[in-house]
């Protein structure tokens, strides 16, 4: 596993970091910093939790 930048919508929003054979979420963007420091087992997780926060998050809808 390698540092991976992850994106939301065509821009980047954070980056993934390898982590005891997870990945912790490492975000660079405001309406993604609830997930900050999270641990996922792997890039489709980390993309499935942004957009469910991005659907259902304080800012849905902005």
Do not use: C, W
Request: proline residues 6%; glycine residues 8%; negative net charge.
């Amino acid at each position: 596993m390698t540092n991976q930048v992850i994106e939301y919508a065509g821009q980047p929003v954070g980056i993934a970091v390898p982590e005891n054979g997870n990945l912790k979420f490492i975000a660079v963007k405001f309406h993604v910093m609830e997930l900050d420091n999270h641990v996922y087992p792997s890039v489709a997780a980390v993309q499935h939790a942004i957009r469910t926060l991005a659907s259902h998050g304080p800012h849905a809808g902005a």
